[in-house]
């Protein structure tokens, strides 16, 4: 079992920066895939939402084309902490950030396939 808490988002101004932490608790001894998904209003978490970006069990990223050259995923392993920042967002960039895991070595896209969920954290874009 892994447990997984979000913390960082905020309301910014289009342009601003956030930094998202999803800290990581239980067995973490074993390799995993952790990414962050964003879901809209309305949406189900476990069925839908875009992959913004992930961090693969062989220290792999992948990125949303969105995400590319504005957001960096990094990870801490000491501290067991997956990180998020986001610079220059834009109001479609809001949304409910949610952070995930699967034992796995490459992270799926499809939410539905990720074990564990964090609580999520909100993001406001303001233009």
């Known amino acids: 079992q892994v447990q997984l808490v979000e913390s960082g988002g905020g309301s910014v101004e289009a342009g601003g920066s956030l930094r998202l932490s999803c800290a990581a608790s239980?067995?973490?001894?074993?390799?995993?895939?952790m990414i962050w998904f964003r879901q809209g209003p309305g949406s189900k978490r476990e069925d839908e939402g875009e992959?913004?970006?992930?961090?693969?069990?062989?220290?792999?990223?992948i990125y949303a084309n969105s995400a590319k050259g504005r957001f960096t995923i990094s990870k801490d392993n000491a501290k067991n902490t997956l990180y998020l920042q986001m610079n220059n967002l834009q109001p479609e960039d809001a949304g409910m950030y949610y952070c995930a895991a699967i034992y796995a070595t490459y992270c799926p896209s499809r939410p539905s396939a990720y074990t564990y969920w964090g609580q999520g954290t909100q993001v406001t874009v303001s233009s």
């Open positions: 239980g067995d973490t001894s074993m390799n995993y895939c």
């Open positions: 992959g913004v970006a992930g961090i693969n069990s062989d220290g792999g990223t």
